[in-house]
């Protein structure tokens, strides 16, 4: 049985870091996403990993790094200097595939998804 757990989520000031953690089971190498929903908001795509490598937003691009133990089913998504438009919701999840390919941002191609951790930024 699949299932994705998040945590590492809190309340940052601005300019500061955290790192989100996501543990999966029931599958080593399929490609994994981190995306993030803030209130009102659709979900929106932050990065993802796997086989065809690392892709990421523009939003977070030199911000964020997204890896992977694979020894510990884990995926880390790092964040720093976080801004005051970064708080939301963060989930991570999971496709069926190892390749994230094109359609990588897309919510609905992914079909296992965590229950969320939130993080907050204050000014």
């Known amino acids: 049985q699949v299932q994705l757990v998040e945590s590492g989520g809190g309340s940052v000031q601005a300019g500061g870091s955290l790192r989100l953690s996501c543990v999966a089971s029931?599958?080593?190498?399929?490609?994994m996403g981190w995306f993030r929903q803030a209130p009102g908001k659709q979900r929106e795509a932050i990065a993802s990993?796997?086989?065809?490598?690392?892709i990421y937003a523009d939003p977070v691009k030199g911000r964020f790094t997204i890896s992977r133990d694979h020894v510990k089913s884990t995926v880390y998504l790092q964040m720093n200097s976080l801004k005051p438009e970064d708080p939301a919701m963060y989930y991570c999840?999971?496709?069926?595939?190892?390749?994230?390919?094109?359609?990588?941002?897309?919510?609905?191609?992914?079909?296992?998804w965590g229950q969320g951790t939130q993080v907050t930024v204050s000014s």
């Open positions: 999840a999971a496709k069926r595939s190892t390749l994230c390919g094109s359609n990588w941002d897309r919510v609905n191609s992914y079909s296992y």
């Open positions: 990993i796997g086989s065809d490598g690392q």
């Open positions: 029931g599958f080593t190498y399929n490609c």
